[in-house]
């Protein structure tokens, strides 16, 4: 690129320079001179999809609007798939368009072999719009063409990075806001499976006293790629915001985001199905059959779910003083919805979802002399489920109908889930070294459960069926407990040089207590009581997961790129790991391992040519068990030493773009090691590679910025195993495998104006 430079003394510079022009000062001629422009060659930097976040000595990651759209699955509803190429994160995704969702907390996000269970990973705008979230929730609230930025930070983690659980990181989407200018988005994608999405978008601009607004609407719908039914079965979705200015000093916004989704869910193999992918990598749920109740269950059709989820977020910021700064971010969420799976034992399950959560965080941000001080609260109150306190069984019809047969849990909470936290965040420079300390405190109070006998109540509301409950099963219901975390942190940058930083942070971060236990609990009443096993022992005996961060980093700037290596290790007590129990005879996660975590992580981009950019991450995580595990019967799982399960040691990214004029090319290669899904390693789960491409044409009209875009996803149609879970709700006690989906191609057209 070629740019003017315009320098100020050119006149006097070029009198000094042409003889004669001086002695013209002491004549009355008056000379004119021609402006004289002079260019130069910028140096190219790199359009790297990630960066690092400068702002912390954390070891933090963004992605722009851009990296988004790029990077992002095209069914644009879920934001772990974003994370696909930052280092040291496994995305398990069993649909190609990042629509799968499997019932229950675990979503299939991982981040240096830490897993993100029980739906808390993700906040809105520093928001935790997520936390013990069994359905969609935030997940598929927000269309990603309404995410201006992710950001995922890793390890020791700042005090005012708020997430209702902090060991597996953060990741907080900011949403796009009413922008300054009018105009609007729109665009329309087709593919394989029958897929097809369409998206509006429309800004008003600055109208008069500073108010402006949006509003856009989405529709996207697809087949499953194995087996019969949707994997999202028209979703849609609503969102608008208003943002006004008072005077210089006060702003206000509110946003609301309305999501409808329903879709068929994928069937899980089994250990053996998985090895054997020739055979069964399109096995699924079939079509209607009456031949037996264990068969009938696996009809598509009742093996789905319908949630409706809605959300308002507001913003008020105002100045007071010269350098101190009030913001209030208020926020309610609400979701009703249910999944229905087949079971084992011939039945089919409802699970009944309907609950909301809401709450505030309120932030100071001041400056003391030289020392920049934030303090704040936040405080979050959500009404169960998760855990469950709805299922009721169905039986089967031989027109594919469902028949109620009783009611298997009934569950009422005796108090709202409550987390609470103060938090403080202090930054002094002290010449090239750069100093961040503070601390959070977290209040975590747990609900307990009444769960009722619920002999002769018929198929009605969850409301009524409590209304006609008679007696309170005790030896099934349990008292709440409340957790109390002090959770400090320290970070320090320090300048080697204008284009290096070394970086330090430690910390503690706090993980999730081992929730789901409950459910398993009671869907296994029978066994944990012939084990002499209470329902206040299972609760009783859960905690909070803690781990001790320390991350050491180098950020290296180059005039065309960056380089950035991390090297980690942190420390986890009271780790919720599942387990066989031969004494129960399942497969159930209790907080009961301690473990560590080591590793080494590459991020880096590279302007290779004025019409090249490469990107590139590489990660190797070391995370073990500390010690063997006991069961329950006290059996010895001889696990010390050994990789946590689900963890691969190996992940690596490769891709870049290539700009030819209009066009673009723009591959993407990722590795992802060998894991094994059990605890004793007995259940080995192959590595894969896969390669994506995009093919791109950009093209100015009359209407506005028109880009139409071909991605092949899964190019050389890769058979593996995407996704491995040990859910509470899959009815099989053991472990079920996904596999990643074939290839597939979309193709996209897309019209800014």
Do not use: C
Request: proline share 5%.
């Amino acid at each position: 690129m070629k740019r003017p430079l315009q320098r100020s003394l050119l006149s006097a510079a070029v009198l000094a320079a042409v003889p004669g022009l001086a002695a013209a000062e002491t004549t009355s001629d008056t000379y004119t001179l021609e402006t004289v422009t002079v260019y130069g060659e910028t140096e190219k930097q790199t359009e790297a999809p990630i960066k690092t976040d400068t702002t912390t000595a954390s070891t933090s990651y963004q992605l722009d609007a851009e990296a988004i759209e790029w990077l992002g699955a095209p069914g644009a509803v879920n934001p772990y798939r974003v994370l696909e190429e930052v280092p040291s994160v496994l995305v398990a995704d069993p649909d190609p368009y990042g629509a799968a969702n499997i019932q229950g907390g675990n979503k299939g996000l991982r981040i240096r072999g830490e897993i993100a269970s029980h739906g808390g990973m993700g906040s809105i705008d520093g928001l935790p719009l997520t936390g013990i979230n069994p359905g969609p929730g935030y997940q598929w609230l927000f269309d990603m063409e309404n995410i201006s930025q992710v950001s995922l930070t890793q390890g020791p983690i700042p005090p005012d990075r708020l997430a209702f659980f902090t060991t597996t990181g953060v990741l907080d989407s900011r949403l796009r806001w009413p922008e300054a200018e009018r105009g609007g988005q729109f665009s329309q994608s087709f593919g394989s499976f029958d897929f097809q999405r369409s998206y509006l978008r429309l800004d008003s601009g600055k109208l008069a006293g500073d108010l402006s607004f949006f509003a856009s609407a989405s529709y996207t719908d697809a087949d499953k790629w194995r087996g019969p039914g949707k994997s999202l079965d028209g979703r849609e979705n609503f969102e608008g915001g208003i943002a006004a200015s008072f005077g210089n000093d006060t702003e206000a916004k509110v946003y609301f985001s309305y999501n409808d989704m329903s879709q068929h869910a994928y069937r899980p193999l089994d250990y053996e199905q998985a090895r054997n992918l020739s055979d069964y990598r399109n096995y699924d749920y079939a079509k209607h059959s009456s031949a037996t109740a264990s068969e009938a269950v696996n009809y598509y059709d009742y093996n789905r779910q319908d949630f409706i989820d809605w959300a308002i977020i507001g913003e008020f910021q105002t100045r007071l003083g010269a350098a101190t700064t009030l913001t209030i971010k208020p926020f309610y969420v609400n979701e009703e919805g249910s999944y229905y799976s087949g079971m084992k034992n011939g039945k089919v399950r409802q699970w009944l979802i309907d609950h909301d959560w809401y709450g505030v965080n309120a932030e100071v941000e001041t400056r003391i002399r030289t020392t920049d001080v934030k303090l704040g609260y936040w405080v979050n109150t959500m009404e169960p489920p998760g855990p469950p306190t709805a299922w009721k069984l169905y039986d089967t019809t031989a027109s594919g109908g469902l028949e109620f047969s009783k009611w298997s849990l009934l569950a009422e909470p005796t108090d709202r889930h409550y987390f609470e936290s103060f938090y403080t965040l202090v930054t002094h420079d002290f010449g090239k070294l750069r100093v961040q300390g503070g601390a959070r405190y977290v209040i975590e109070q747990l609900s307990g459960f009444k769960a009722y006998d619920t002999t002769g109540i018929g198929d009605v509301s969850y409301e009524t069926a409590l209304e006609q409950a008679s007696a309170v099963d005790p030896e099934r219901s349990t008292d709440g407990t409340t957790f109390y975390k002090m959770l400090p942190y320290l970070g320090l940058s320090y300048a080697l040089a204008p284009a290096a930083e070394l970086k330090l942070s430690l910390g503690r971060n706090y993980g999730a207590p081992a929730y789901s236990i409950w459910p398993t609990f009671q869907s296994h009443y029978a066994k944990f009581k012939a084990a002499g096993v209470t329902a206040d022992d299972i609760w009783n005996g859960i905690k909070p997961e803690t781990g001790d961060a320390v991350d050491l980093g180098l950020r290296l700037t180059f005039p065309r790129g960056y380089l950035e290596p991390t090297i980690y290790y942190a420390k986890y007590k009271d780790k919720a790991v599942a387990y066989w129990d031969p004494v129960v005879q399942l497969a159930y996660s209790q907080n009961v391992a301690e473990s560590h975590a080591y590793g080494v992580q590459l991020a880096g981009a590279w302007a290779a040519r004025r019409d090249l950019d490469l990107f590139a991450s590489v990660s190797w995580d070391r995370s073990v068990f500390d010690d063997d595990l006991v069961t329950a019967g006290g059996a010895t799982l001889g696990v010390e030493g050994e990789q946590l399960p689900g963890a691969p040691k190996w992940l690596a990214s490769l891709g870049g773009r290539w700009h030819l004029g209009r066009f673009g090319v723009a591959p993407t290669a990722r590795y992802v090691g060998e894991t094994y899904a059990d605890s004793q390693r007995t259940e080995r789960v192959s590595g894969y590679a896969t390669v994506d491409l995009d093919l791109t044409y950009e093209e100015r009209s009359p209407l506005g910025d028109l880009t139409a875009t071909l991605s092949f996803i899964n190019l050389l149609d890769k058979d593996y195993i995407a996704y491995v879970n040990a859910s509470y709700v899959e009815d099989t006690g053991g472990f079920n495998y996904y596999p990643g989906a074939p290839f597939t191609v979309v193709a996209k057209v897309s019209l800014d104006f």
